[in-house]
């Protein structure tokens, strides 16, 4: 029979590459205000609904990002929780703190759809082209990361409600979630530096 130390060891691996699809990746974009981008572009500016929105925009990145931040070290614990305890554990003991993390993901992905809905009607209110080129791709960038927690919570499901009793069982399925979720997140970052790029371009 092999030792239950030996046991522990076995699994290891598969719990940090669980905590690898799983991660949070809390980004920094976010926290770059959409001032910011909108003061690099030379006139820019609109109607008299012009800077409400982009206040709005902003306090919705910003609850988004709070959000996101807020679940990182749930989510670790949680990982850690599983890597002490074993799946079936979690899934029995830890079902407060999973609802926790989907209410948490849930937040961001409805402040980040906030954000770019607010971001796009700004472009509508701009007066200036570059600025709603600018608008409309932070807009973009918004809707990808609110997709990236989308799937960071579904994660957070098919370890509670997946068939799967192993996990080993259950990580082709988190294997394939993770890897649409980082396709998400990388496009909302790169979309995101497009548009301060082309802002700092138009100075």
Do not use: W
């Not at 719990?15 to 809390?26: D, E, M, N, P, W």
């Not at 599983?82 to 409805?110: H, M, N, P």
């Not at 996990?167 to 394939?176: F, H, R, S, V, Y």
């Amino acid at each position: 029979m092999t030792p239950p130390l030996l046991e522990r060891k076995k699994m290891n691996p598969f719990v940090r590459l669980l905590a690898i699809i799983c991660g949070v990746i809390v980004i920094a974009l976010g926290l770059v205000k959409m001032y910011r981008g909108i003061q690099e572009i030379r006139g820019a500016g609109g109607d008299p609904q012009f800077k409400p929105l982009l206040e709005e925009t902003d306090k919705a990145v910003s609850a988004a990002n709070k959000a996101s931040q807020e679940a990182q070290p749930l989510f670790q614990q949680f990982l850690d929780d599983i890597d002490k305890s074993g799946l079936s554990t979690v899934r029995t003991q830890k079902k407060d703190a999973a609802q926790k993390l989907i209410d948490l993901f849930g937040e961001a992905v409805e402040q980040y759809q906030l954000a770019a809905q607010k971001s796009d009607e700004a472009a509508r209110h701009s007066t200036i082209e570059k600025t709603k080129s600018f608008l409309t791709t932070k807009a973009r960038a918004y809707g990808l990361l609110a997709q990236a927690r989308t799937i960071n919570r579904g994660i957070v499901r098919l370890v509670l409600d997946d068939p799967a009793t192993k996990l080993e069982q259950l990580l082709p399925k988190l294997q394939e979630a993770a890897a649409r979720r980082d396709t998400a997140q990388k496009s909302g970052v790169d979309l995101d530096a497009e548009a301060e790029a082309t802002a700092k371009k138009s100075k």
